[in-house]
């Protein structure tokens, strides 16, 4: 009997302890009676990093397919912006996807009709694909709507310029077509 009171006081202990981490138990991946999804574990929308930014980083890694299923889990994310748009038309266009490039960079171009990236862009996959004339069109809009501050676009066109006059003209520069895409609020060029 002695024996037995002598535990007492560690038993007591350890079930005051239980109780205390039941109480300050918040649930954790416990899941609400009858729901047929799993428990979700971490609040993603806390922990989750920008998708353009992690697409824009593996683009200039040259990690082109990685920065295209980055940038779809963006338009995921965020929806279907001029940015994702632009960003998923210039990784199909490094990824040499120049019919899907042409596409999405179109319908960026429809969505909205000011964002130079986009225009620019288009112009390289339309040069790409041997449109020079619409490619010297589409050229001139980026230039306009960047009021001629970008050499690369400027490059860009003269290099279409170039080509319509003379389709079999090779500069030297020639693979050197700029990409165009933006991050907060401002475009940063990229070269191959």
């Not at 918040?26 to 920008?50: V, W």
Request: hydrophobic residues 40%; negative net charge.
């Amino acid at each position: 009997m002695s024996r037995r009171l002598s535990r007492l006081p560690y038993v007591a202990a350890v079930f005051a302890a239980s109780l205390a981490l039941a109480a300050c138990n918040t649930g954790g991946l416990s899941q609400l009676k009858g729901s047929p999804y799993a428990p979700s574990g971490l609040n993603t929308s806390q922990t989750s990093i920008d998708g353009l930014l992690v697409g824009h980083r593996l683009m200039e890694a040259g990690e082109y397919e990685l920065a295209l299923k980055s940038y779809y889990r963006a338009a995921g994310e965020q929806g279907v912006t001029v940015d994702t748009l632009s960003a998923i038309g210039s990784a199909n266009l490094k990824l040499g996807r120049l019919g899907q490039a042409e596409s999405v960079l179109r319908r960026a171009t429809d969505m909205d009709e000011t964002f130079v990236p986009a225009w620019n862009n288009l112009g390289v996959v339309l040069i790409e694909r041997g449109n020079y004339g619409e490619a010297e069109r589409v050229f001139r809009i980026a230039f306009a709507l960047d009021s001629g501050q970008s050499a690369d676009i400027r490059d860009n066109l003269r290099l279409a310029l170039a080509k319509i006059e003379n389709p079999a003209y090779i500069d030297e520069n020639e693979s050197d077509f700029a990409l165009v895409r933006r991050g907060t609020g401002d475009y940063l060029l990229l070269a191959r």
